[in-house]
């Protein structure tokens, strides 16, 4: 299999030279060139034929986010890595880059002190995301993809065997942050549950993430904060660097957060979410595993599954990264798997379920019920 080719485009003769020794360690990887800015960097496109594109956002004559709209227009499924600081304006631009159709972001290491941990650094927060969003390119799908995309459990539960939805809990990574802004506004702010939600981001990136989503959605959505009392219609987004858990404090339930050790190398982690779910709701619980890179969740949905709870997860022509929840289906895991656009009215019907108030009919996710509701919170 050839090697995946790269094309760095950055303004900073050392960044571009720092990308370039780091990941020249690689055989699966080739740089086959890079640019100093936007412009040439779309003159270079068309000769260089990279499958993916690393891309910074402040640069001279063309900024990243007007180089990655003419890439977009051009070039829609190429992927695109935008090279982000941990800053609030770079959080802010990082997620403006999200909404253009960005494939992901790395976050630019700060203060090391050594030429060397900022390599290491770049390599295990780039190397891995190139390889996951190039792996349809990579490895073709097998025959067996056709089969478990279907939004048919293996073996079907009838609604009979489900408990009343109690908590929706939805785990994400890899081009999450759109996912969440598809889904989130399908669901009615008459929501019946509340709603915890770990993305996988570096902190400062959830607060905004969490604003962002909230304005555009009927549900009142926050990043989560100790204490908080979980309550129907409202949905809570774990905060960088901290896990968090539900816990049963007398009649209510109540959000927790920890830095203990990262699981699946992140902080916050969707196994140690889905946990506690799976400990305080028991059979009571609904979790959605959403697009992202690796298997985190699994561990967690193991749990939910086996207290009767319900797992759901998005199928692979709508994901970016089909790795978490093509991890839940392989793991046998999913009770159905759906397209991205399906999932609001899914989720509808099953909190739905042994409901006097038919919530499902709430979830149109229509582009008109979507604009009425942004107009509302303006």
Known sequence: ??????LIVDDSTVIRKVLCDGLAGDAALEVVGTAANGRIALAK?????????????????????????????????LPVIMFSTLTERGASTTLDALALGASDYVTK?????????????????????????????????????????????ATPRLAADFSRIEVLAIGTSTGGPNALADLL????????VPIVITQ?????????????????????IREGVAGEVLRPGEAWIAPGDFHMTVERKGASVVL???QNQPENYCRPAVDPMFRSVAKVFGASALAVVLTGMGSDGTNGAQHIKERGGQVLAQDQASSVVWGMPGQIVASGLADA???LGSMAAEIGRRVAMKRNSPASAEFTGSAVARKLVTSQKQ
């Open 1 to 6: 299999m050839p090697p995946i080719r790269i």
């Open 45 to 77: 496109i068309p000769q260089l034929h990279p499958d993916l594109v690393t891309l910074d956002v402040e640069m001279p004559e063309m900024n990243g986010l007007e180089t990655l709209a003419a890439i977009r227009k051009i070039y829609p499924k």
């Open 109 to 153: 290491p700060s203060n090391t002190g050594s030429l060397d941990v900022t390599l290491r650094q770049l390599r295990a927060q780039l190397i891995p995301k190139i390889k996951a969003l190039c792996e349809v390119r990579a490895i073709p799908p097998v025959a067996p993809i056709a089969r478990i995309a279907s939004p048919r459990p």
């Open 185 to 192: 506004p399908g669901i009615p702010a008459s929501f019946p």
């Open 200 to 220: 996988h981001m570096p902190a400062l990136f959830t607060r905004l993430l969490a604003g962002r989503l909230n304005s555009r959605s009927g549900l009142t």
């Open 256 to 258: 927790a957060l920890d």
């Open 337 to 339: 798997t759906y397209p």
